[in-house]
């Protein structure tokens, strides 16, 4: 069975830092996809970065880079040069076989100026 | 290109009724999955529609059911609403189904449905 797993309920980091939002993985399929959605108060689920089992290099899309370290099953998201409108909630997700995410508990980040 | 679509925004509803929601993908996407996201349950899956037919379905009761349109248009129903049915509805579209690279999940603004 696929579970994920987001050990912070809630972290800060000062406007201009990097932070990283931590998230483990297990599951017994050897193909998956990782995601990382970020949903404002407004609900909507912004997807942010993916990154595949066999991608070999870590994904980055803009100030969003996952570390993923897959011998640990874990996908990490270091957001750089944090921003106000960072403030969020950021979710990770999995995908394997079926086309349906697993998603984590959810980490609120809180920027302060 | 237009994102995800969700009809209506909002809806307030009493226990007993029945509703239907709507979810239009993205342009080329056919398929289209379903979630329900509480504070107390997270974010769970509901099922998914892929080419009109149901691909996948997760541990919901049979009130909850969806259908799929030729022009890949979504809607689910929930009939006989109970009071935890109350949550945030999001619908996401794909390419195709299957994970795979290349074949993310974009979502829409979300139904929030309160039942009274």
């Known amino acids: 069975a696929q579970k994920i797993t987001q050990t912070q309920p809630g972290m800060f980091v000062q406007e201009k830092e990097a932070v990283t939002l931590d998230c483990t993985y297990d599951?017994?399929?050897?193909?998956?996809?990782l995601f990382w959605y970020k949903q404002p108060s407004s609900g909507e689920m912004i997807f942010l970065i993916y990154?595949?089992?066999?991608?070999?290099q870590n994904a980055t899309e803009g100030r969003y880079s996952l570390n993923f370290q897959k011998a640990r099953k874990s996908a990490n998201l270091v957001i750089s040069a944090s921003q106000l409108g960072d403030s969020a909630m950021y979710f990770c997700?999995?995908?394997?076989?079926?086309?349906?995410?697993?998603f984590g508990t959810g980490t609120r980040l809180t920027v302060i100026p | 290109k237009a994102g995800v679509t969700q009809t209506p925004r909002y809806l307030i509803k009493t226990r007993g009724q029945q509703v239907t929601l709507s979810c239009s993908p993205i342009s080329g996407h056919r398929s289209v999955s379903w979630y329900q996201q509480t504070p107390g349950q997270g974010l769970q899956f509901l099922f998914e529609y892929f080419s009109e037919t149901q691909r996948n379905k997760g541990n919901f009761p049979g009130r909850f059911s969806g259908r799929q349109f030729s022009n890949s248009r979504s809607e689910m129903n929930v009939s006989t609403l109970e009071l935890g049915d109350s949550a945030l509805y999001l619908c996401?579209?794909?390419?195709?189904?299957?994970?795979?690279?290349?074949?993310?999940?974009?979502f829409g603004p979300g139904t929030r449905l309160t039942v009274l």
């Open positions: 996401a579209s794909s390419y195709t189904t299957g994970s795979r690279s290349g074949n993310e999940q974009f």
């Open positions: 997700a999995m995908i394997s076989g079926a086309n349906n995410l697993f």
């Open positions: 599951t017994s399929d050897p193909s998956y996809g």
């Open positions: 990154q595949g089992s066999y991608d070999q």
